[in-house]
């Protein structure tokens, strides 16, 4: 026989009576909120809010209607297709042994590229906006670099259609290349990973009996570098010095080899099309 349960105490009942006031206060609080959004959003005094809602009804219809098109339906199939493969592939990748070793190198690199983003961050910064400098300087060139880029790819369409045919006439010559490399290469697997363990095991012996040597050599170069930084400061400033003081001899020089370059170019182009200089044009008519 099934026993009767217990009713609940005053205490349960009065917390129960407190716990649903206070949603329920919230809850109309956030009701108020949106009605006094959708308000402001919606006021007819300045004759914007019919205007809103005009808008809004039209595009509603129209979604409405473009919806059920057949191309929206197969789209919407073909999403509603795309998301069930990945929930079903998604479950079995997710209690797969694989996923745990997954998991925590996450976990450790999160734990370990914060501290090194934070102290990268004012770099990233300061070469962001020094890159964005850089393209704006170089805006110029883009036209010029995209019709290379153009001319480099419609020069690269024939190879590519010509490379895609022979390997798609040759598909069973490449198969049985495919075949052949499996065939000789799979008893070398096991070998193979017997190697990579040996040569693991070594390599690590030799990282573990390296790094103490090379931390004393890390500590010994940089108390050099500290040591010399003067030195070093000295050097660059007299490199600095040299080149402004060079500055005015090489624009000089530029100058000079511009100069040059462009009368070659008129005279260049004046005996190649000796026509152009006494202003003759020359029309060719199809027969």
Avoid: W
């Amino acid at each position: 026989m099934a026993t009767i349960p217990s009713l609940p105490s005053r205490d349960d009942v009065a917390r129960m009576a407190r716990n649903t006031t206070d949603i329920t206060g919230q809850l109309l609080d956030t009701a108020g909120n949106i009605t006094r959004i959708a308000i402001n959003t919606f006021d007819p005094r300045d004759g914007s809010g019919a205007e809103v809602l005009r808008v809004l009804r039209q595009t509603t219809a129209e979604l409405a209607e473009a919806s059920a098109s057949p191309e929206a339906q197969e789209a919407f199939y073909r999403i509603v297709d795309t998301l069930t493969r990945l929930g079903a592939s998604g479950a079995p990748l997710a209690v797969h042994p694989v996923s745990e070793p997954a998991q925590a190198l996450l976990t450790a690199l999160g734990d370990s590229l914060l501290p090194v983003l934070d102290a990268v961050e004012p770099a990233v910064e300061e070469a962001a906006e020094a890159l964005g400098e850089l393209v704006d300087a170089s805006s110029p060139l883009l036209p010029a670099a995209a019709g290379v880029v153009a001319g480099v790819l419609l020069a690269l369409a024939p190879l590519i259609r010509a490379a895609a045919d022979v390997l798609r006439d040759s598909s069973p010559e490449l198969r049985r290349m495919t075949d052949a490399l499996t065939a000789a290469l799979a008893p070398l697997v096991p070998l193979q990973v017997a190697l990579a363990e040996r040569a693991a095991a070594a390599g690590a012996g030799v990282v573990r009996a390296a790094l103490p040597p090379l931390a004393d050599l890390t500590e010994a170069a940089a108390a050099g570098l500290k040591a010399g930084r003067p030195l070093l400061i000295a050097g660059e400033e007299f490199v600095v010095s040299g080149l402004e003081r060079l500055q005015p001899l090489l624009l000089v020089s530029a100058s000079r080899v511009g100069k040059v370059a462009r009368a070659g170019a008129v005279r260049v182009s004046a005996a190649v099309s000796p026509a152009a200089e006494r202003g003759v044009v020359v029309a060719v008519h199809p027969a």
